[in-house]
């Protein structure tokens, strides 16, 4: 028998620091901020911390040590996520080669693992980082664990408003597996347009294809798995503007109530939402063997991806 691959464990992390909209570097009024879902957002210094601690509880939400994982993949939206700062800059072109990816496999003791920094993705860089994930245990069957961790900053004092939707800094990490898997790998689906690679130049264009994209995206990947639009079980969101998620489902032909409604709103933390919100409702108790689980991201370059789960039993 084949052992599935999958999600085995989850790991996030979010600043201490929480400012409400009032008090963010913003483009819309407050109030439509508000009307669309909105807070305010979480704000940290600096993505490494976030890393360590996503990290750290992803490894023991599986409960595997560091010295079992054999990949480290790193996802970061921003250029900054990729670099740590020398301990002795030389103020070269040699201090650009300090990558975060190495740095965090110190920090987290993975003294086995093959190292790889996944970008360009925008939001949908740590759905890449699973999608290699899954694609290097399929390919290598010595492989056993993959961690991908995600985790992004904005600069100090940047603003915190992107195309109508608030955004906080958080961190993710995911252990994918091929035992005691949580959360089985059924399918995945991206849609990647080089035409928007020119963000500040094609707002109104990303903002029109957002919808008939996403649409494309997840249909694409229930045909790959013949099932139909009622055939989903849940749909976790991710953190952008709260009532566009309703207008997707009904355009998918997904049935609204399948739509999960998170307890906490955290903003659109880039790299995190969906894993975010995955493991509160796993902590809710909102997730059943056998329920399919389909989640979905856009992400600025452009790529749009739907990954669909399926929940496993949970294993001694």
């Not at 086995?112 to 290699?132: K, N, P």
Request: charged share 20%; glycine share 8%; with cysteine.
């Amino acid at each position: 028998m084949i052992k599935p691959i999958g999600l085995r464990g989850l790991g996030t992390a979010l600043p201490e620091r929480f400012s409400p909209l009032a008090e963010l570097p913003l483009v819309s009024p407050v109030e439509r901020l508000a009307d669309f879902g909105f807070e305010g957002a979480w704000l940290a210094e600096d993505p490494a911390g976030l890393a360590v601690r996503a990290g750290r509880n992803a490894l023991a939400d599986a409960g595997i040590s560091p010295d079992e994982v054999d990949v480290l993949l790193t996802a970061g939206a921003l250029p900054q996520a990729h670099q740590r700062p020398s301990t002795q800059p030389t103020g070269g072109v040699l201090d650009a080669f300090c990558y975060s990816a190495s740095w965090l496999q110190e920090e987290l003791g993975l003294d086995r693992a093959a190292v790889c920094g996944i970008a360009q993705q925008g939001c949908a860089g740590m759905f890449s980082a699973l999608r290699t994930a899954r694609a290097l245990l399929v390919a290598e069957p010595e492989l056993q664990h993959v961690l991908c961790v995600g985790a992004d900053v904005l600069p100090p004092g940047a603003c915190r408003e992107i195309l109508y939707n608030v955004i906080s800094d958080a961190g993710c990490a995911v252990v994918v597996s091929r035992e005691k898997v949580r959360q089985r790998w059924l399918g995945f689906q991206q849609i990647s347009k080089g035409y928007y690679w020119d963000v500040p130049a094609k707002q109104s264009e990303i903002v029109a294809a957002y919808f008939p994209t996403g649409r494309m995206a997840i249909a694409e990947v229930l045909l790959h798995l013949d099932l139909k639009p009622d055939d989903i079980d849940l749909v976790i969101p991710t953190g952008v503007n709260a009532t566009s998620w309703p207008i997707l489902l009904r355009l998918c032909g997904i049935p609204e109530d399948r739509l999960y409604h998170p307890r906490r709103n955290l903003g659109h933390t880039i790299a995190a939402d969906s894993f975010l919100f995955l493991e509160e409702a796993r902590a809710a108790g909102c997730l059943r063997p056998g329920m399919r689980v389909l989640l979905f991201a856009y992400g600025f370059g452009s790529s749009w991806c739907a990954l669909m789960l399926q929940i496993e039993e949970e294993q001694e």
